[in-house]
């Protein structure tokens, strides 16, 4: 039996045209452009290659791109003066400050100083806090683009047993909530989880956010499970070249699952899709006078 390949690319292509239509409508209807700051402090190559991809995408969507690249010198202090002043432009729907940040600025006062309204990262306490108690904020664009890859394979996703591998605040713990809100049955393991292969055998939805490469094995996996693997890892390949897998082993995984997600070209492009989707919710949410 072979697994039913989750195509992440082709779903975040039509996410994308959707969005772009919204904009379009939204445009027309108020005479604003949704527009989305990203902010770069430093010179780490992946995050460059992110911020590039997103303000290309963004401008494809009918969108603003700001892009504010700053040195990795840059002080906290003028961190969050850009952010309150991105706070107050009312160009500026969404703000995404690209993680990670240097070692001497404190990640969690930059976060929290982003108006809960732009945080188009969902990354906010207060939008982590409405994801938590059901409410409706901002949700991070990884594990939303999970849940979208999920109801479009499963449909309905209630009552079935769902294990996520990873409790980052990033992507496993809003990935649960998600779930949650679902009605699966969650489970949320990590790096102290007892026995995992046998925690993932109970079920019918897995989703990998570990960062160790094809960890997830295929006997690990019920036959006829959804495999959705956030993982992103670079591993050496042949001719001293690199390639990209990700947490679960594919080849096994497709022997067995139900349905798999590819890496690249699962989760990944539907990262930045939500993002685009998250800036227009935004900007009609803001446009509106509402809080959400
Ligand atoms: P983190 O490093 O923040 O979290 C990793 C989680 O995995 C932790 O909760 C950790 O447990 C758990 N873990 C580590 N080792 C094991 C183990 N041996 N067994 C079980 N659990 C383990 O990573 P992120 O959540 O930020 O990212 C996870 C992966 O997803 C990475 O590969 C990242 O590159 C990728 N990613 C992909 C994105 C995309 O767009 N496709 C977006 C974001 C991330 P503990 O808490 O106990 O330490």
Not at 28 to 56: C, F, H, M, W
Not at 228 to 250: M, S
Request: aromatic share 2%; glycine share 12%; hydrophobic share 45%.
């Amino acid at each position: 039996m072979s697994a039913r390949l989750i195509d992440g690319k082709a779903f975040a292509a039509g996410l994308r045209r959707r969005v772009a239509e919204g904009v379009a409508a939204f445009k027309a209807e108020t005479g604003l452009t949704p527009g989305l700051a990203v902010v770069l402090v430093g010179e780490d190559q992946a995050s460059q290659i992110y911020v590039r991809n997103k303000g290309r995408e963004t401008v494809a969507a009918g969108m603003a791109s700001f892009e504010h690249r700053l040195s990795a010198g840059t002080t906290q202090a003028e961190l969050l003066a850009l952010v309150a002043q991105l706070n107050a432009d009312p160009a500026v729907h969404g703000i995404l400050v690209q993680l990670p940040l240097p070692r001497h600025i404190d990640e969690a006062a930059v976060l929290a100083a982003i108006d809960p309204r732009k945080d188009v990262d969902g990354f906010h306490v207060t939008n982590a806090g409405l994801l938590a108690t059901g409410g409706k904020g901002l949700v991070p664009c990884t594990p939303l683009g999970c849940l979208m890859l999920l109801e479009d394979t499963l449909g309905d996703l209630s009552g079935l047993e769902a294990v996520v591998i990873g409790r980052s605040n990033i992507v496993g713990k809003p990935m649960a909530q998600l779930l949650l809100g679902k009605s699966c049955t969650v489970t949320i393991a990590h790096s102290r989880t007892r026995d995992l292969p046998g925690v993932v055998r109970r079920a019918d939805i897995v989703v990998a956010a570990v960062g160790r490469p094809e960890m997830v094995r295929g006997d690990w996996i019920k036959p006829g499970a959804t495999v959705i693997d956030v993982g992103i890892n670079r591993v050496p390949a042949e001719g001293g070249k690199t390639r990209l897998v990700g947490d679960v082993a594919f080849d096994e995984a497709m022997r067995v699952a139900g349905a798999v997600t590819p890496v690249p070209g699962g989760v990944g492009p539907m990262t930045i899709a939500c993002l685009l989707a998250n800036t227009l919710s935004a900007a009609r949410a803001l446009a509106g006078g509402t809080i959400f």
